[in-house]
């Protein structure tokens, strides 16, 4: 069931964990960006049971929790680096011992090096086995410096490989050509498609790693139109990019969406999240889907998606047709 990670030698599973969510409350600009109070002993216990399960890719980055996700990943790793393939990222500003990130960022190389040296002291390792920009949006002189010193970790092998977390194709494009890129991060669920994106993966022999493969866990089927998030939630606490959410509660138009292709995703014995992964892998090969958790339940169930497979070709096109008239 492994696949490749680009065009690396790195063999990882069909399915990621992203690790959003465990590292606890932070401040984006000033602004809650976590999803709630965590327990860090369930988050190992929950990271063990995705290894047990055949979960090899985790994916992180410093501004999650400034810093705390890494270093809980670091800790359910010890002892088992070599059963998981580390993916973490850069380029937000942050201030660790005030959980607070910025919206300001650096990607200069001395920033970088230092960010990287960070990262591999909170997850107590000695190389990142994918290191991505996090900041979607550079410009040339920035993207050609921090490409750049992304060559130089990797020839001093401190990574294995990089990539780019970006809806933006023109820039994905522009990092694909290099020979240490494996990967470009985005956006993906069946409520909100990336074709552009994903035809660049294919066609450069990228992966296509999918954030927001549950919409912010709309797609797990627990909201309704009278469901309402605190502020204590990045769902419920003002950013503007939150899609699937505004003012705390769920977008009327995204359940509707859901509820028309409800039936299909639960198809198989599917459970609804088990369905949404289901789409992205039917969606392209290329694809591998993070979605984020917190407890060892839910990684199970994440988990046991893999073995149900993708849809078939006939119920995505099934999706495709419910969903057209919503567009």
Known sequence: MKRSLGRSELAISPLGLGCWAIGGPFTLGGIEDGWGAVDDNESIAAIHAALAAGVTLFDTADAYGAGHSETILGQALKGRRDEAVIATKFGYTNNPAAKEVYLRHDVTPEYIRKACENSLRRLDTDYIDLYQIHVGLLN?????????????????????????????????????????????????????????????????????????????????????????????????????????FKN?????????????????????????????????????????????????????????????????SGQMEEIRTLLASFR
């Open 140 to 244: 040339e002189e920035e993207r050609d410096s921090a490409i750049g010193e992304l060559n130089r970790l990797r020839e001093d092998g401190l990574i294995r490989s990089y990539g780019w977390s970006t809806w933006d194709v023109g820039r994905a494009a522009a990092i694909a050509e290099q020979p240490g890129a494996v990967a470009i991060q985005h956006a993906l669920n069946v409520l909100q498609d990336a074709p552009d994106l994903i035809a660049l993966c294919e066609s450069r022999g990228l992966t296509s790693i999918n954030n927001s493969p549950l919409a912010m866990g709309l797609l797990s089927g627990k909201f309704h139109s009278g469901s309402q998030l605190t502020a204590s939630d990045v769902r419920g606490s003002g950013h503007d990019w939150v899609a699937y």
């Open 248 to 312: 705390g509660k769920p977008v009327p138009a995204y359940l509707d969406m859901l509820d028309a292709v409800r039936e299909i995703l639960q198809s198989g014995g599917r459970t609804l999240v088990q369905g949404a992964l289901a789409w992205i892998w039917g969606r392209s090969e290329a694809t591998v889907p993070i979605p984020g958790f917190k407890t060892k339940r839910q990684a199970e169930e994440l988990a046991g998606a893999v073995a149900h497979g993708p849809l078939t």
